[in-house]
């Protein structure tokens, strides 16, 4: 059922202050724990879904109120750079949106279950009910995919516009990857390990955003709201049990990650600028220095922000391995009309302060086994790679690492020299530049070999990556061997 809600400042689902639901009591409204003392944690999971009915799952999500008053705050703006100007000033709202209303008795009490495992959810080899359900919801939306996405944008910012100031002031070009990441995970909600350490590393990534536990029931009233709407062929009550249990599932895995890794470590961190090299007209190498030790790993990547473009998060991949006096390097090409990559080719200088989430990824070398690497590295993919061979050189074991570094042009080979340098230092290390103009870098690598013994990396452009995937996949390297970003958020930036 709908109801128009023409008041826009008027929050209408959120929890009262006592911590019973508010006016409108939405479905994901949590229970708030008792207050503890400052650095208590307090944190409860849900009852497994199948031994309580939807709305008592959905219940007993228990938010860890205990930060709740600490926002983001980002550094304030220099100068406003000759960046390119958002082109549009916010989600597109369809109108006035229909908000949905969840008539739904009151959460139960709290549950002290342990938290939920994924793998319960169904019996080996088969697809859960609930997953079929939501195939069934995602087969009717895919059509009007952006419609749905508009919609839940309105939905969340017109029923809580407290949490509009999470998000970047534009967001045309990724805001529907909420949606996406939501419906993907619900679609392999059976599909346990991977989508659990996905949704555990997308938890902790919410941290920098400011997202609290408390926001997660705001979210998913508004996917059902929206769901609700565009899958009304298909939607009824136990379509809609299916979706309040599953999200249920996904957002308690996040709070949970976020919880945890709130006892370890920042939520991001400053990093002052203290080189810029400009190496090509349009690429820089960025060197910071971040106020606190910063862990990650040869290969991986962090989310980066500029005082330029405040909330707005761009990946960029370590060039170093960790270093000892803690600094951390990035190889950095402007994109045609590219916000961030233009403010820290063309605008960024020694001193400017940037923020930092946490550094991601599985690109990482496994240092338990002998086998050789082969490295593709295409553009500025070329940066992780040159940390996978420092990573290698330190560890000090003597293993095969044939690197090959693809560019469109000569020109553009702008680290070749530390690369070949590299080479001269470590015998066991080949550098190969490959040039577009006279190869292709899958056409290079299938003339070398036998590469029977190696774990393949690849970094670089997602048509880089696809084609070299592909090679690899043709010359007998078996999947599991093959490590890379994901092509999804790569295409996402394309
Ligand atoms: C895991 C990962 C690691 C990454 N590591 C690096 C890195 O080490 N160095 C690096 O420079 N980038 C890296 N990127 C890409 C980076 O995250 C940004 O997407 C890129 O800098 C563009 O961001 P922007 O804000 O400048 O452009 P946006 O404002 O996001 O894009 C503006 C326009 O440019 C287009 N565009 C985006 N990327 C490209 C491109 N590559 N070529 C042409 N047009 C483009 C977009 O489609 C859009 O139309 C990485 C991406 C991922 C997912
Ligand atoms: C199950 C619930 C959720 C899922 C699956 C999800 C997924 C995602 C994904 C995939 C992104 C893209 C960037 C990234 O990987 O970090 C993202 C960004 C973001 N999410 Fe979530 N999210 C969820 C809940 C929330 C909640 C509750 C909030 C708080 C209101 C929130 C706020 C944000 C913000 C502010 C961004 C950045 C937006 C941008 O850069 O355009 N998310 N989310």
């Not at 996405?149 to 970047?168: G, I, N, Q």
């Not at 690369?419 to 870098?441: F, G």
Request: glycine share 6%; aromatic share 8%; net charge negative.
């Amino acid at each position: 059922m709908f109801e128009a809600r023409h008041n826009m400042d008027a929050p209408t689902t959120t929890s009262a202050d006592d911590g019973t639901p508010g006016e409108g009591g939405g479905w994901f409204t949590p229970r708030k724990p008792p207050k503890g003392p400052e650095d208590e944690r307090i944190t409860t999971s849900p009852e497994a879904p199948e031994n309580r009915e939807a709305r008592e799952v959905a219940a007993a999500v228990a938010p860890d109120i205990r930060r709740a008053s600490q926002a983001p705050t980002a550094p304030e703006p220099r100068e406003a750079p000759q960046a390119p100007e958002p082109q549009a000033p916010g989600p597109q709202a369809p109108g006035p949106p229909q908000a949905a209303q969840h008539r739904v008795p009151p959460p139960q009490a709290q549950s002290t279950a342990p938290p939920i495992s994924v793998q319960q959810a169904k019996p080996e080899g088969k697809v859960s009910a609930d997953a079929l359900l939501v195939q069934r919801t995602m087969a009717e939306i895919e059509p009007v995919a952006d419609k749905v996405t508009s919609y839940f944008y309105a939905l969340l910012f017109t029923r809580h516009p407290d949490l509009r100031a999470l998000f970047p002031a534009a967001m045309d070009t990724q805001r529907d990857r909420i949606l996406k990441a939501l419906l993907t995970a619900a679609e392999h909600i059976d599909h346990t390990d991977v989508l659990v350490a996905y949704l555990k590393n997308l938890g902790r990534g919410h941290r920098k955003y400011g997202t609290q536990a408390e926001h997660y029931p705001a979210v998913g009233e508004c996917l059902i709201g929206s769901l609700s709407r565009y899958a009304s062929a298909t939607w009824n009550e136990e379509t809609e049990a299916a979706w309040v249990r599953t999200y249920t599932t996904i957002s308690q895995i996040m709070i949970d990650a976020a919880a945890e890794d709130e006892l370890r470590a920042p939520a991001w961190w400053f990093a002052e600028v203290v080189s810029h090299d400009l190496r090509t007209p349009d690429i820089a190498v960025v060197t910071v220095r971040p106020d606190q030790p910063y862990p990650f790993l040869a290969g991986q990547y962090t989310s980066l922000e500029t005082p330029w473009w405040p909330r707005v998060w761009r990946h960029y991949s370590f060039a170093s391995a960790p270093r000892p006096d803690g600094l951390l390097s990035f190889h950095v090409k402007a994109v045609p009309a590219g916000w961030v990559s233009n403010a820290l080719v063309h605008h960024a200088r020694p001193g400017d302060i940037l923020r930092l989430g946490p550094a991601t990824g599985s690109m990482t070398v496994d240092h338990t086994t002998d086998s050789g690497l082969l490295c593709l590295g295409g553009g500025t993919g070329i940066a992780p790679i040159k940390a996978l061979v420092e990573d290698v050189a330190e560890h000090g074991r003597r293993r095969p690492v044939e690197v090959f570094y693809g560019a469109r042009t000569d020109h553009d080979l702008y680290d070749i020299d530390t690369m070949l340098r590299l080479q001269q230092s470590h015998p066991w290390l080949a550098v190969r530049p490959i040039v577009d103009q006279r190869a292709q870098l899958p056409d290079a690598v299938r003339e070398y070999g036998p590469w029977n013994e190696y774990d393949a990396y690849l970094s670089g452009p997602p048509g880089m990556i696809r084609n070299g995937v592909d090679a690899l996949r043709d010359i007998g390297i078996p999947e599991g061997r093959i490590r890379h970003d994901s092509v999804e958020e790569l295409v996402a930036s394309d």
